[in-house]
Structures are given as C-alpha cells and as structure tokens.
C-alpha cells in the first residue's frame, strides 16, 4: 500500500514536471509552446533532425548537436508579403556572438521558410525574425544537447523521495542503512 502511494506521489510530480512538454499536441494555436508573437502577428517555429529521429519536431529543445532543419510557419497572410531576414545565433556572453545561420531579407509567400543549420556544438542558441517595415523582431530560444532544467529538477526530487522513503519504510522494517554509525567496537581482553 505505501509503495502504491509513493509511485503515485512520483507519478504526480513527474506529471506536474513534465506538463509544458505534454501541452504541444492539441491545443490553440495561442498556447503552443512553438509560436511566438512579433507584433499583431503569429509564428510557428520548429526544428527537424531527421538524420537521428525522422518524425519528431522540436522548438526549445534539441536532443543532439548536428545538423537541422528549421522551419518557421507564417501563421497570418499578412506576413506573406512582408520581407523577413532570420538570423541563428549563439547565445554566449561574448559581445558579438557566433551566427550559425544568416538568410537576407527575403518575402515568403507560401508562408514556410525551411533553412538548414549546424549546431556543431551543445549549447544555447538563439533563433531571430526580423520583420522589415515596422520594427518588430522576435527570438526563439533554442538548447541543443543540453539537458532540461526540468529533467535535472524531476532527478534530483526523484533520487531524494527514493532516499527518503528507504530511510522511513527501512527504519520500520529494520533494513540496513548503509550509512549508519555501527557503534563503537567493543574491546576483549585477550590473556596471555
């Protein structure tokens, strides 16, 4: 009965976690974690590595460095007609930072720029849209082969709860803890 409560415990925490992962299929276009806002208008952006798994598409996070395919999806017609230059940087601390990719101003009016990057290295990238007319500029955060600060959060509680509940179920039902005092050794005296 208590392991069934504490998976259910682990089980809800890793949910509350992982929400913001599990909110991308079927929501509005509004709550989508990949579409930003850049004025009165909306993007959806998303990166393809098909080369290490075909179907999945990401936005914030790239599970490898390599090469990669971006796609940003013009979501109103207005933005059609407008020229957009993209631009993928490092995100470094340096005052100038590395570009991976550079497209010039350039309209798009089947409304889906495909480009391909290579992030060579793991780190933290930042994806640029930058609208001509009007200065409107949006950025897409971007971590290539960096592990989630979420992830990091769900191992740390999971390896406390599991040290925990050893400590608590073991003391009931006399388990060895591995790092108890034994006590002091007890002396002989040995006759000669």
């Known amino acids: 009965m208590k392991y069934g409560i504490l998976s259910l415990f682990y089980l809800v925490l890793s949910a509350a976690f992982f929400s913001p992962v599990w909110a991308h299929g079927g929501v509005g276009i509004e709550k989508d974690p990949c579409v930003r806002r850049v004025g009165p208008y909306l993007i959806h952006f998303a990166v393809y590595q098909p080369q290490f798994n075909p179907a999945e598409e990401y936005c914030t996070a790239v599970p490898k460095a390599g ?19 993209i631009q993928v940087v490092e995100a470094a601390s340096e005052p100038e930072p590395k570009t991976v990719l550079y497209i010039p101003p350039k309209t798009y009016p089947t409304g889906v720029v495909n480009a391909e ?30 592990w989630s600060p979420g992830v990091v959060a769900l191992g740390g509680v999971l390896v406390l709860g599991s040290a925990l509940s050893y400590v608590f179920l073991g003391r009931k039902k006399s388990w060895p803890l591995p790092f108890r005092a034994k006590g002091t050794p ?3 005296l040995v006759k000669r």
């Open 186 to 188: 007890k002396l002989r």
């Open 67 to 85: 090469n990669a395919i971006l796609v940003f999806d013009l979501v109103d017609s207005e933005l059609r007609s407008r020229s957009l230059t």
């Open 117 to 146: 990057a290579n992030f060579d290295l793991p780190g933290a990238y930042t994806a640029i849209v930058m609208l001509e007319g009007p200065a409107h500029t949006i950025q897409f955060p971007l971590r290539v082969a960096m």
